[in-house]
């Protein structure tokens, strides 16, 4: 089992930059998928961005179509932590963003499928 916790979201105006991140507990964190799904009130959750380990222990990226370019998903496994660097950012980036974690490949894009969930951080841009 891992327990995640999010931090960086806050108020920036469009165009600025966030980066949030992921911190897990657990020591086999490196043996799981990450991805960061976002809701922004009234709408349903959303994929954003996910890291998914393949079986040869390579990781693989793949982003929402509308922040292709502006975000960035990476890792550091030496502390535990996925981030999401958000550049040009954008007042429909307005969400709480969460990240999630699965142990088991799938579908990265379906929020269903991760069975762990961080608490979300809020992300709000003025434009």
């Known amino acids: 089992q891992v327990q995640l916790v999010e931090t960086g979201g806050g108020l920036v105006q469009a165009g600025g930059s966030l980066r949030l991140s992921c911190a897990a507990s657990g020591r086999t964190f490196s043996t799981y998928s990450v991805g960061w799904f976002r809701q922004a009130p009234g709408k349903e959750r959303e994929f954003v961005a996910a890291i998914r380990r393949s079986s040869g222990m390579l990781y693989y990226t793949y982003y929402l179509d509308s922040v292709k370019g502006r975000f960035t998903i990476s890792r550091d496994n030496s502390v535990n932590t996925v981030y999401l660097r958000m550049n040009s950012l954008k007042a429909e980036d307005t969400a709480v963003y969460y990240c999630?974690?699965?142990?088991?490949?799938?579908?990265?894009?379906?929020?269903?499928?991760?069975?762990?969930w961080g608490q979300g951080t809020q992300v709000t841009v003025s434009s």
């Open positions: 999630a974690a699965r142990l088991l490949d799938g579908t990265y894009s379906l929020w269903t499928e991760y069975p762990y």
